[in-house]
């Protein structure tokens, strides 16, 4: 999505929940900027370089699969992305969020782990501290499960509250 429908859903989300929107808030998305190789050295160290210069303390990448032209399901070629963005987080301490899509429904059987619902390789959810799993948004009602990687996690209700009026969205 562009950055104005990133931001006008963050300020939605943020309101329904009550809380503010942090004010070193970088939206990354692949409509505005280039795409960043962040499997390539020179492609974190260009995103660790805006960070710095913008004294961001929070970024949001939009999508996972922008980050790079390679296999999302092939574990030698998700894995560099993965070590480009722990660089990122190494060099610069940002919380950084990146959204990703879900896979496919595998048909019946048992529901997959949260940590195993998002597409490609498995190297994927192996690398975040925490994942999130937005479910589908019901009467401005989405329900969202939390799993960190120690296996804590919990389920609670997100508001989206769609009475902002368009000169509110930042």
Sequence with gaps: DSEYILRERVRKYTRGLGVEIPANLLLYDYTSVPRMQVADPRGSHALIDIIERLGVEMVVLDTLSHLSDVDEN???????????????????GVALVTTHHVAKPAGSGPERSIAYKGRGSSSIPAAYECIFDMGQQVDNVTTVQYKDKF????RYNLVYDDSLDSEDII
Excluded: I, S
Aim: net charge positive; aromatic share 0%.
């Design 74 to 92: 092939a574990k030698q070629h998700m894995q560099p992305v993965m070590v480009g963005l722990r660089r990122v987080l190494g060099k610069t």
């Design 151 to 154: 296996g804590h996690g919990d």
